[in-house]
């Protein structure tokens, strides 16, 4: 069983930038591919970066590519988004996730452990 904590969302203007951390306590961090999701107001939740075991895969969707960046500390059981040049539809709740699939899986379905989420707010 892998817990995962969310920290770092909050209010950040268009053009700002936010670092997003996600730690996990339990099971073997390492082993696990790691994902954010995110779910805007009313929508569904969407894969937005993820990172194999080791860091050396990672898939963004197209809507943060060149703008976010996951990384992964396996030594601190940690995973971290950093958001750039944030935009107003960034706006959502952000949700860390855990996979034993290899790779770096796009879809929710494959993601085994989620966090509570961190509500992100980008104002125009």
């Known amino acids: 069983q892998v817990h995962l904590v969310e920290s770092g969302g909050g209010l950040v203007q268009a053009g700002g930038s936010l670092r997003l951390s996600c730690a996990a306590s339990g099971g073997t961090f390492s082993s696990y591919s790691m994902a954010w999701f995110r779910q805007a107001h009313g929508n569904k939740r969407d894969f937005e970066a993820g990172i194999s075991w080791r860091g050396g895969i990672t898939n963004y969707a197209d809507s943060v590519k060149g703008r976010f960046t996951i990384s992964r500390d396996n030594a601190e059981k940690s995973v971290y988004l950093q958001m750039n040049n944030a935009k107003p539809e960034d706006t959502a709740v952000y949700y860390c996730?855990?996979?034993?699939?290899?790779?770096?899986?796009?879809?929710?379905?494959?993601?085994?452990?989620w966090g509570q989420g961190t509500q992100v707010a980008v104002s125009s």
């Open positions: 996730a855990a996979s034993r699939s290899l790779g770096a899986p796009r879809s929710e379905s494959s993601y085994d452990y």
